[in-house]
């Protein structure tokens, strides 16, 4: 049996957003630090915590929610490369996730990125998940 541990990391997530809690603990990797990071970046969490008190790490993920209406800042977080199915893009076809209000994270050859700055940048990538 394999393990897919970013869709683990994407899930931990969607199932804090949906029970409604301030923060989720999710273990730690050089890949899920940098897609939080981008997740921070875009402005779909409030704050992040790396913690490097255990062996692997842990990441502390201060969700974010309208202050209001009590609206959560991610709606859905969907896995769309998987192990048993990579999915790559070329530059000239990166995906635009709800006609461009939601975020495409992508792993490039310069690193962790949202699709817009790789559409800056004029790379393609492995798709890791949709945001909005």
Do not use: W
Not at 87 to 97: D, N, Q
């Amino acid at each position: 049996m394999h393990t897919d541990p970013i869709a683990d990391y994407l899930t931990r997530i969607r199932n804090a957003v949906r029970a409604g809690h301030r923060i989720v603990e999710v273990p730690a990797s050089n890949l899920k630090k940098e897609i939080t990071k981008v997740l921070f970046d875009k402005g779909y969490i409030l704050n992040y915590k790396f913690d490097d008190s255990t062996p692997q790490g842990t990441i502390k993920i201060a969700l974010k929610y309208h202050p209001i209406t009590k609206e959560p800042a991610i709606v859905d977080i969907k896995r769309i490369s998987k192990p048993g199915l990579r999915k790559y893009a070329k530059a000239s076809e990166l995906p635009r996730v709800l006609n461009g209000l939601g975020i495409a994270i992508l792993s490039t050859s310069k690193g962790v990125m949202s699709d817009k700055e790789a559409r800056k940048l004029n790379v393609g990538g492995e798709v890791l998940c949709y945001v909005y």
